[in-house]
């Protein structure tokens, strides 16, 4: 039986894992149970006004001894594996990714004495959805038109976003667009100051963090904070929304580490790309709710691919619906096309970092169970597409791990409002 304890942030010590859900007094979740805590997402969580956590408790001593860990990657074997293709233990990159989330999920297990869920395999057959179908519509252009409800960004995130399509774009002219919005603005200053961003010093004003960070992050960051709330009012459960939400942002991390190492420059590029792949997804649940439930449960049960499901039941997918959408909120050709093809691997002739590093992104956030998808299975991961991105076997489970951490000290800025 798994034994926690009550702790003061101030004893709070990296590498503890979370046995309770970290809540606001709103009762807003800053950290899951299973999380694993590093000096980060204490710095935050103190800064969030949060006094007292729960975590595991393995006698006297924090840390679990190597016996403990061992027993409980047994426990947990069979039920991680079944997330990764078949044969991943022969190939050199997916062995150390699926060992990461084995790690990953006996932490979980000894924190909460809960096993991972089971995935279904894919049944192998081709998938038919009976759903009503929407009459005289014969391409996603059409259907998009169709719809009554679609997200909406901010004015002020529109214009930042026209606004850096200028080359000569100054700081004082972005700084006082975003100042428009209280809100966004005192969240902006928040997540700057975050362990993630690691800056060794407090910024206290916008033009001050646009100087720090670079327009292209302070972009990012109000982009993020829209889609965050977009996601709040989702035509779906809480939990749904909450899934979402932090499956995105943990592909959005997961895509950002992963090209940051031979393509710095495409860094926020690829965090923004990862943010909004799945951002179709709002457009569906606002508009085919009913139709939405059906499809999750087919394909939570038979493992089926989510764009084939998609296609037999609406004849679209969320991709096609997002890809539009990005286009409509004036995000640029490149980004735009790796929302539209983040579930295709994509030949050797047509792989492109951007759009490699989504596709591995996102399969990092399912493996590493960042959040919730729908889709729960690992897709294939061709070594060519690790290649271009410059991980080698031998880093990347150090790497994923990585990951992980960065995206819990993100996560307790991120609350869903």
């Not at 975050?194 to 033009?207: K, M, P």
């Not at 439930?293 to 969320?318: D, M, N, P, Q």
């Amino acid at each position: 039986m798994t034994r926690s304890r009550a702790v003061s942030i101030d004893e709070a010590e990296e590498g503890m894992v979370v046995a309770g859900d970290v809540l606001t007094e709103g009762g807003q979740c800053l950290l899951p149970s299973g999380a694993i805590l590093t000096t980060g997402t204490i710095d935050a969580l103190r800064r969030r006004g949060i006094t007292e956590i729960i975590v595991a408790d393995s006698g006297t001593d924090p840390e679990y001894t190597e016996e403990e860990i061992l027993r409980a990657r047994e426990m947990c074997r069979d039920l991680v594996l079944e997330r990764f293709p078949p044969d991943s233990d022969k190939d050199p990159y997916l062995s150390e990714f699926a060992d990461a989330g084995l790690h990953l999920e006996a932490l979980r297990y000894l924190s909460t004495g809960k096993l991972p869920e089971r995935t279904a395999a894919s049944s192998g057959v081709q998938v038919s959805v009976k759903v009503e179908k929407i009459d005289q519509v014969v391409s996603p252009q059409e259907i998009l038109q169709k719809m009554k409800d679609l997200p909406v960004l901010p004015a002020v995130v529109i214009e930042v976003n026209r606004l850096l399509q200028r080359e000569d774009v100054l700081i004082e002219e972005v700084s006082a667009v975003v100042e428009k919005d209280s809100g966004l603005t005192a969240k902006i200053l928040r997540l700057a100051n975050s362990s993630y961003y690691g800056l060794s010093y407090h910024v206290d004003t916008l033009t001050r963090a646009i100087t720090v960070l670079g327009l292209t992050t302070i972009r990012n960051l109000a982009v993020t904070i829209a889609v965050q709330r977009l996601m709040g009012g989702l035509g779906a459960g809480k939990d749904e929304a909450i899934g979402l939400w932090e499956h995105s942002l943990g592909c959005a991390v997961a895509s950002k580490a992963l090209i940051s190492k031979r393509y710095p420059a495409l860094e926020e590029k690829a965090f923004i790309a990862g943010l909004l792949h799945d951002i179709g997804k709002l457009v569906l649940y606002q508009n085919f709710s009913k139709e939405m439930e059906e499809i999750g449960e087919i394909i939570r049960s038979t493992g089926a691919y989510e764009e084939e499901v998609e296609k037999s039941a609406l004849g679209f997918t969320h991709s096609d619906i997002g890809a539009l959408l990005a286009r409509k909120w004036h995000f640029p050709g490149e980004l735009t096309e790796s929302i539209r093809a983040h579930h295709e691997p994509g030949t050797v002739k047509e792989q492109e970092p951007l759009r490699t590093a989504v596709y591995i992104g996102d399969q990092v956030a399912r493996g590493l169970r960042l959040g919730r998808s729908v889709e729960t299975r690992v897709r294939p991961i061709p070594a060519e597409l690790w290649k271009l991105l410059d991980v080698a076997p031998g880093e990347l489970r150090e790497r994923l791990l990585g990951v992980y951490e960065a995206f819990s000290d993100l996560l307790v800025g991120w609350d869903l409002e």
